[in-house]
C-alpha cells in the first residue's frame, strides 16, 4: 500500500523511534503519566463544568463528512495564502503561555519545531523565554506575536514594537482573557506558576515595564511580580483602544476570541485584518458556545473580506477538514503540541504536528479533495 507522499512517509519512518503516542487520547493519558498534577491540569483542565470544552469536540461530530469518490487524488497541494505569505499548511501553533511548566525549554522548543515543519508559531506575550528568545530561536520561521493589552498601555505598545523589531510578521490581540476565567483544578491546586517568575519573560525584558519598578528584576523578583499582577490584565479595553495598537505597527493585526457575528462585523468596521474564532479552548467563559457551531454564521458576516481563522478543540485530521469546509482559512492547534513539548521537547512538538498534518492530507486525499480551496460546504452534513 502506498502512502501517497513524502509527509506520509517521514510519519511512518521517524514513528519507529516515536517516543510520542499517535492518538490524541493516549498523547494526553502520556502527558498525564509524566506531568506532576498542577502543570499537567494547568494545561488540561478547562473553565467551571468543562462545558464548552466537550461541546467544542461535539460540536465537530455534528457535522459528517460525505466522502466524493474517482476524483484523482495523487497529488494534493495543501497550502494556504495569508497575509501575503504561503504557508505549507493551513495549521498554525496557537499562543499558549507559560510552556516552560512542561519543559524547560519551553517555547524555544516549540518554536524550533514549528519552523521546522514550516508551521507559523504564535508566541504568546505569557512566554516565559522573551520574544527574542523565541524568535531566535525559529530564526527561518514564520512568527506572529500574541498581545496580552497590558492596562499599562505603554507597556502593550512596547511589547508590540518588539515584536516587530525582531521579525514578527503579525500581532494577534487576544481579546477574551483581561482575566483569568474560574478554573476549578487551578484553584484547588492553587498554581500559580508566575509567582515563580515563570511566564513573565516578556516582563522581566521589556525597558517601560523595568521603568516602572523601584528595583530591577534581578535584584527584587517579587516587587517585579507584584507589579506584573497588576498590569497583565486589561478589563477596561474598547473597540476605540484598538486605534492605539493600530498606530503602534504596521504588521497585519487579527483579533483572537471572537464568537459574536456582531463582533465580527465591529472588527471589520474597525479595520481589523483578521479574525480568530475561539473560546480559548473552553478556558474562558465556560457555557460558551463552541466555535465550530460559531464558524458559520462569522464567516458569513465577514464575507471573504478578512482571514477568518479557528481554534478549540481540533485534535485530527478531520475536525481541520470541517472547520475549513465551513469557512475557516486556517486553524490553530493549543494542547496537543504542548503534550508532543511535554513528551519530548521540540522533537515532540514537531511529531505531533507531522502527525496531525498527515491526517488531514490522507482524509482530504481519502475524501476526493486535492487542495484546501477544494474543501467547502458541499463536503458536510450536518446531523
Ligand atoms: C496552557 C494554555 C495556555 C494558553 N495560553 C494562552 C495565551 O497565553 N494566549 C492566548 O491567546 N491563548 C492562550 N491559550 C489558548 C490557546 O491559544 C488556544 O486558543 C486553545 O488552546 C485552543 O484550544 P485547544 O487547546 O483545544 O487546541 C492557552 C491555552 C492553554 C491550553
Ligand atoms: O492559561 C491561559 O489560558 C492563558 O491564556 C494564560 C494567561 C496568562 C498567562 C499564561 C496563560
Redesign the pocket.
Known amino acids: 500500500m502506498s502512502y501517497g507522499n513524502q509527509v506520509q512517509f517521514k510519519v511512518y519512518k521517524e514513528q519507529e523511534h516515536a517516543v510520542v503516542p499517535v492518538s490524541y487520547e493516549e498523547l494526553e493519558a502520556a502527558a498525564r503519566k509524566k506531568l506532576e498534577n498542577a502543570p499537567y491540569h ?3 483542565a478547562s473553565a467551571g463544568g468543562e462545558e464548552t ?1 466537550k461541546a ?1 469536540r461535539d460540536g465537530f461530530y455534528q457535522w459528517k463528512i460525505i466522502p466524493r469518490m474517482l476524483r484523482d487524488t495523487t497529488k494534493r497541494d495543501l497550502s494556504v495564502e495569508l497575509f501575503g505569505q504561503t504557508l505549507p499548511y493551513p495549521v498554525l501553533c ?6 516552560s ?1 512542561v519543559h524547560p525549554e519551553g517555547e524555544i522548543a516549540s518554536a524550533r519545531a514549528a519552523a521546522s515543519m514550516g508551521v507559523p508559531f ?1 508566541s ?4 516565559t523565554h522573551s520574544l527574542e528568545k523565541v524568535a531566535a530561536a525559529a530564526e527561518d520561521g514564520l512568527k506572529w506575536y ?1 498581545l ?1 493589552w497590558s492596562s499599562d498601555r505603554e507597556i502593550a505598545a512596547s511589547m508590540v514594537q518588539r515584536a516587530e523589531k525582531a521579525g514578527y510578521k503579525a500581532i ?1 490581540i ?1 481579546l ?2 483581561p482575566m483569568m476565567a474560574w478554573r476549578e483544578k487551578d484553584i484547588e491546586n492553587a498554581y500559580l506558576p508566575f509567582l515563580m517568575g515563570q ?1 513573565i519573560g516578556n516582563y522581566l525584558e521589556d525597558p517601560v515595564f523595568c521603568s516602572r519598578l523601584a528595583k530591577p528584576p534581578q535584584e527584587d523578583l517579587v516587587g517585579a511580580v507584584t507589579y506584573w499582577s497588576r498590569v497583565f490584565g486589561n478589563p477596561g479595553l474598547t473597540w476605540e483602544d484598538l486605534q492605539f495598537i493600530r498606530m503602534q505597527t504596521s504588521l497585519p493585526i487579527l483579533l ?2 471572537i464568537l459574536h457575528p456582531d463582533d465580527a462585523k465591529l472588527a471589520l468596521e474597525h479595520g481589523m485584518d483578521g479574525i ?1 474564532v ?6 474562558q467563559v465556560d457555557g460558551a458556545i463552541s466555535t465550530i457551531e460559531a464558524l458559520p454564521e462569522i464567516c458569513e458576516v465577514v464575507n471573504g473580506e478578512i482571514p477568518v481563522l479557528m ?5 485530527r485530521g478531520a475536525d481541520i477538514v470541517k472547520a475549513l469546509a465551513l469557512g475557516a482559512k486556517a486553524i ?5 503540541y ?1 503534550y508532543g513539548l511535554a513528551l519530548a521537547g521540540d522533537a515532540g512538538v514537531k511529531q505531533v504536528l507531522r502527525n496531525l498534518i498527515a491526517d488531514l492530507d490522507l482524509t482530504m486525499a481519502l475524501s476526493g479533495k486535492t487542495s484546501i480551496k477544494e474543501l467547502d460546504r458541499s463536503l458536510l452534513k450536518r446531523m
Open positions: 494547568y494545561v488540561a470544552a467544542n496557537a499562543p499558549v503561555g507559560v510552556q511548566i504564535i504568546s506575550t505569557a512566554s500574541q496580552y494577534v487576544t477574551d482573557t511566564g483572537k476570541g480568530i475561539s473560546n480559548h479552548g473552553g478556558r481554534d478549540s478543540g481540533i485534535r490553530l492547534v493549543g494542547r496537543p504542548i
